[in-house]
């Protein structure tokens, strides 16, 4: 059967982050690849802290409307938080994971410390700050030197991003529990991928995600930072499909 894709963005992204793949991956896959509420063009209300509980909620509740009870879900990032969320809560419509450049642990008190300042920001100096701070570490130096027109792209998405979606995304991320044990309780399997140049989630994050599940494969892009799916589509969408592809082979 063909399976659904629920892809998920990162922080502070929106869907626009996933139109290369949902191109790519639509012939093999019902692709969904949804605005998380604040973000891009969804104008839900946003509480001062937005929980990854609150966007897994969101998703399952998206999945309802389409009639869709089980799905792989993917995320990049903070969408691989929210992609754990789900998992947590709806094991059972989960057909399998993708976490791309993301982690199952907590964050650490400097992390969190930091999360507070970058809400704080959002507010008093506005997203294209942020932005503008966060793009030395998105993507590889070879991703910056090779296409100077995606970065300038990728900076955009996240400065048209509103201050309080920013903000109370920061502050939800900072309060989410460490997920390991829902990778190693969940009976689906796991695709993990991430950059070989990924200064955020150093391989070790990904490398740990892969021993703590049961059943999982990790695929690690050469030339790729933190934005693999952008930076290097082609080994991206291979990985993703050659997964698919295992799926439906295994079902
Ligand atoms: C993201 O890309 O979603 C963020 O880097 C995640 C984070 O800050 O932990």
């Keep these: 059967m063909r399976p659904t894709l629920l892809l998920v963005h990162g922080f502070p992204q929106d869907a626009t982050l996933w139109d290369g793949t949902a191109a790519e991956l639509r ?14 063009s969804d104008d839900r209300e946003v509480p001062s802290v937005l929980s990854m509980d609150m966007l897994a909620r969101d998703l399952a509740d998206l999945l309802d409307q389409r009639g869709v009870h ?11 938080y929210v992609a754990l969320a789900f998992a947590e809560r709806w094991p059972q419509r989960v057909q399998a994971l993708v976490l791309c450049n993301t982690r199952s642990t907590a964050d650490p ?3 969190r410390q930091a999360r507070s300042a970058t809400a ?10 942020i932005a503008r701070g966060m793009m030395p ?11 100077p027109g995606l970065a300038t792209r990728v900076e955009a998405m996240m400065a048209r991003q509103r ?21 190693q309780g969940l009976q689906a399997p796991v695709l993990i991928i991430t950059g070989e140049a990924d200064e955020l989630m150093p391989l070790p994050t990904s ?16 030339g790729a930072g933190h934005l693999s799916n952008m930076e290097r589509p082609d ?10 592809n295992e799926l439906s082979r295994a079902t």
Excluded: C, N, Q, W
Excluded at 163 to 183: E, H, N, W, Y
């Design 27 to 40: 012939d093999r896959a019902d692709v969904i690849t949804p605005d998380l509420r604040g973000f891009g």
């Design 70 to 80: 089980r799905a792989v879900i993917g995320g990049l990032s903070m969408g691989g």
């Design 109 to 111: 008190d400097e992390v």
């Design 120 to 129: 704080e920001t959002a507010f008093t100096k506005g997203t294209a700050l």
């Design 137 to 147: 570490k998105l993507l590889s130096a070879s991703t910056r030197r090779e296409r």
């Design 163 to 183: 201050p309080a979606s920013v903000a109370a995304a920061a502050l939800g991320m900072a309060a989410r529990p460490d997920r390991t044990a829902v990778l």
């Design 207 to 222: 490398e740990a995600m892969r021993a703590a599940a049961a059943d999982a494969r990790l695929v690690v892009i050469p």
């Design 235 to 244: 080994a991206f969408h291979r990985a993703v499909r050659d997964f698919l």
